[in-house]
């Protein structure tokens, strides 16, 4: 089954300790993305990777980082997590740019 | 800045009704326009696209409708079914060169309700 896999749905944690939010797909996708999703803001686009080693920003990309090491995988890094970081966030993947993406499940994410 | 505009934040049809959800943008270099549609706890799914050369796509109870001069897209569903009740996005791209290549932009998204 095609899909797009995040880790992990649901992430309480405190300002400052790091962590990672993992994405994967099995379709042999070029593209992916991050999004996250805030009221009255819709979906905004954090990072995107057209291939591996290949990584630009969006349009939020402060205290974001990102890899692309190999084709499935976009890991989403939060060095320092601050608790206006709280979102709801969602990993895509594309076969070229962002056309008719696949969103994973979404990561819901609370920094307190 | 909000170059992908949806101004109501929700809509409310009867079950059989036409539903229009709208959306307006700002950027001229947008060249491919797309809708999603997300159900709660569930990530967004691609539902219907329209590239900028065309003012009109069309998928069973789907329609897109582009107007190029107005910088407006609107997505009718029609007819309505209960389970058309979702939030849909409206979305943006500058599919060719540009410095904003590679980039989808997103609407604030529209909650749409059905009503049997």
């Known amino acids: 089954e095609a899909q797009v896999t995040q880790n992990p749905r649901y992430l309480i944690t405190v300002t400052g300790k790091k962590l990672t939010v993992t994405c994967s797909q099995n379709m042999n996708h070029e593209y992916m993305s991050w999004y996250r999703q805030d009221p009255g803001l819709g979906l905004r686009q954090i990072y995107y990777s057209m291939n591996v080693e290949v990584t630009d920003k969006g349009d939020v990309p402060e205290g974001y980082k990102v890899s692309r090491k190999e084709k499935r995988n976009f890991p989403l890094i939060l060095e320092s997590p601050s608790p206006n970081q709280t979102s709801l966030y969602f990993c895509?993947?594309?076969?070229?740019?962002?056309?008719?993406?696949?969103f994973g499940q979404g990561t819901r994410l609370t920094v307190v | 800045d909000q170059q992908v505009k949806q101004n109501s934040p929700s809509l409310s049809v009867q079950e059989g009704r036409i539903s229009i959800l709208n959306c307006d943008y700002t950027?001229?270099?947008?060249?491919?326009f797309l809708w999603y549609k997300k159900y709660p706890a569930e990530g967004p799914t691609f539902l219907i696209s329209?590239?900028?050369?065309?003012d009109k796509n069309e998928d069973g109870r789907f329609t897109v409708f582009l107007n190029k001069s107005a910088k407006h897209l609107s997505l009718h569903i029609v007819p309505s079914q209960p389970g058309d009740s979702a939030v849909y996005f409206c979305a943006a791209i500058v599919s060719v060169g540009g410095t904003s290549y590679g980039k989808l932009t997103f609407g604030q998204g529209t909650i749409l309700t059905v009503h049997p």
């Open positions: 950027n001229s270099m947008f060249d491919y």
């Open positions: 329209i590239s900028s050369i065309k």
């Open positions: 895509a993947s594309s076969m070229r740019q962002a056309l008719e993406a696949f």
